[in-house]
């Protein structure tokens, strides 16, 4: 996982680094993301902009691991960038090796830019949906902030569809408000399903899906993101099978009075 921290040559070394991805982008085989119909999100378009807006602020983490499952699915194996606002990294913690590979995520695979205020931010998010070599761009961001206007928003549609990547903006402590995004949603995060012997159940979460350019009613899933098939996909539903009565009766039962009863 390469880690490039805001200071004043913080767009220079991005600039550089991605020069190098675009140099070994031909040389790299992409494993090819595979839309089956078991992703209850494929249909969800390339080269755009998504808005992902945490439920609440106790939902941070989540809307950053779902934004996280969202970049792995429109990467189709090619690098991610993602740009962490310092406010999002002090309120809902910074990323964690061993919880990226339990994502699916190999931090070769990854290149995290940390700024310390959302315009720099949104200045690296531009910079990678302008690289061919990049497959996906997440972006984190703490709070409500002017930077985050309409035409920001255009901006960042525009460089998304000229390069090709697709762009999802996370945001924790912040209203949805209106923007170029092709989809807006609302993430919180849900009781996962422990695996066999208690083991930790895969991350769950709970979407709604607020607006989707062209229309469209407001959707809920809930979702558990899939490590190996690097997609979300709906939990399993409980067979609704009775547990079966007793085969014997209880050696005593009483009724009132103090008398057995049958």
Do not use: C
């Not at 982008?25 to 808005?51: C, F, I, Q, T, Y």
């Not at 809307?63 to 960038?81: C, D, E, S």
């Amino acid at each position: 996982m390469r880690n490039i921290y805001s200071r004043p040559d913080a767009l220079t070394s991005l600039k550089t680094r991605l020069e190098v991805l675009d140099r070994a982008s031909s040389l790299r085989a992409s494993s090819g993301m595979r839309e089956g119909n078991d992703d209850v999100l494929a249909p969800l378009g390339a080269g755009v902009v998504h808005d992902l807006y945490a439920a609440g602020p106790a939902d941070a983490v989540a809307v950053n691991a779902f934004g996280l499952g969202m970049a792995l699915r429109a990467a189709a194996g090619r690098p991610i960038v993602w740009g962490l606002h310092e406010m999002m990294a002090q309120e809902a913690g910074r990323p964690h090796g061993p919880g990226l590979h339990e994502m699916g995520l190999s931090p070769r695979d990854l290149l995290l830019v940390r700024t310390r205020d959302v315009q720099s931010l949104l200045a690296v998010g531009e910079e990678a949906l302008r690289s061919p070599a990049v497959g996906a761009v997440l972006l984190s961001a703490w709070g409500e902030a002017k930077a985050f206007s309409l035409t920001a928003s255009r901006r960042l549609a525009l460089a998304a569809e000229n390069g090709g990547a697709t762009l999802f903006l996370a945001r924790a402590g912040a209203a949805p408000h209106p923007s170029a995004a092709e989809s807006r949603w609302s993430v919180s995060s849900w009781a996962s399903e422990p695996l066999e012997g208690g083991a930790p159940g895969r991350p769950s979460f709970s979407a709604t899906l607020l607006r989707r350019r062209g229309g469209g009613e407001p959707r809920t899933w809930t979702l558990e993101w899939d490590r190996d098939a690097r997609s979300f996909r709906e939990p399993a539903t409980l067979s609704g099978a009775v547990v079966p009565l007793a085969a014997q009766r209880p050696a005593e039962a009483w009724g009132a009075g103090g008398r057995r009863v049958a």
